[in-house]
């Protein structure tokens, strides 16, 4: 009989600036020679700009992901999502991107983007699986001879909750401003 894959409990969580040092060793776990530096993880964490989230068992962190609100605010880039390697296929990747699409979609993004190197097929797998589709391949995104393939994914307009009254337009009250200029 085979054994079974048991799924750890994953809780998702905004990080914090006491979480650097561990977010600093997923960071070099999975990424190796690409890995970001420290001070631009402790950016990620000290600039409204980014959000990070991260992925905990309530013992340690398993998982991080950073996003940076595109310009304009129609869309979110993934700027970067690391899962230590021995507690990949667990749940935390899956469960931080559908946080962070919550996230965007809450703030208004119309799309999510990313990169993924062409060689991380468990990544892109997960990618493919839950919506994003690939629009282009980066040449040398990740060094010399290392390609990324750029992703989007379209995300759903906010629904307005139930009960709560959206103002309609008045467009008579636009033409007379229009005429007033």
């Known amino acids: 009989m085979a054994s079974q894959v048991r799924f750890a409990c994953v809780e998702i969580r905004r990080a914090k600036r006491d979480d650097l040092k561990e977010i600093i060793d997923i960071e070099r776990a999975s990424f190796e020679h690409e890995?970001?530096?420290?001070?631009?993880?402790?950016?990620?964490?000290?600039?409204?700009?980014?959000?990070?989230?991260?992925?905990?068992?309530?013992?340690?962190?398993?998982?991080?992901?950073?996003?940076?609100?595109?310009?304009g605010g129609t869309g979110m880039r993934i700027v970067s999502i690391a899962v230590l390697p021995e507690r990949r296929g667990q749940g935390a990747a899956l469960t931080l991107m559908k946080n962070v699409e919550a996230i965007a979609v809450e703030k208004g993004a119309r799309r999510m983007s990313l990169e993924v190197?062409?060689?991380?097929?468990?990544?892109?797998?997960?990618?493919?699986?839950?919506?994003?589709?690939?629009?282009?391949?980066?040449?040398?995104?990740?060094?010399?001879?290392?390609?990324?393939?750029?992703?989007?994914?379209?995300?759903?307009?906010?629904?307005?909750?139930?009960?709560?009254?959206?103002?309609?337009?008045?467009?008579?009250?636009?033409?007379?401003?229009v005429k007033g200029h």
Do not use: C, Q, W
């Open 117 to 177: 190197g062409v060689t991380n097929v468990p990544a892109m797998n997960l990618y493919l699986k839950l919506g994003f589709s690939i629009k282009g391949t980066i040449p040398d995104y990740y060094g010399e001879g290392k390609d990324a393939l750029y992703m989007e994914k379209h995300l759903p307009p906010v629904k307005p909750k139930a009960g709560v009254n959206m103002p309609r337009p008045n467009p008579g009250r636009l033409v007379e401003r």
């Open 35 to 71: 890995a970001y530096s420290k001070d631009l993880l402790a950016l990620f964490l000290r600039d409204k700009a980014f959000i990070t989230l991260v992925a905990t068992d309530g013992t340690e962190l398993l998982a991080y992901a950073t996003t940076l609100g595109e310009e």
